[in-house]
């Protein structure tokens, strides 16, 4: 699992934002879709920054009686939200459903 952090300079100094508070905003984007659940361990997990943009790579379980394909959607829409509206990151969301859940 990769956990790139991402640095912004400003005029009083930098801001690092640290790969694990990244993790931890995209797990918590993707979990608020109707669901889907991120896969425990965390081991389903990527997220690298480079030039201001986040790629991420994630591993979810869905419930099973959902359209995956929506879920999947959703998930990705949510998760760039945070990046951009949290941390000012462009992103791009790779999803992929592992595991469906009862």
Do not use: C, F
Request: charged content about 25%; aromatic content about 0%.
């Amino acid at each position: 699992m990769s956990r790139d952090g991402h640095t912004i300079a400003g005029p009083h100094g930098s801001i690092r934002i640290e790969g694990d508070a990244l993790s931890a905003l995209v797990i918590m984007a993707a979990e608020r879709v109707d669901g889907a659940r991120a896969r425990r361990p965390r081991r389903g997990l990527d997220v690298s920054v480079t030039d201001g943009t986040a790629r991420v790579e994630l591993e979810l379980a869905a419930r099973y009686g959902k359209v995956l394909p929506s879920v999947a959607r959703e998930v990705q829409t949510n998760v760039a939200s945070a990046l951009r509206d949290s941390a000012g990151l462009a992103a791009a969301v790779d999803v992929s459903i592992e595991e469906l859940d009862q």
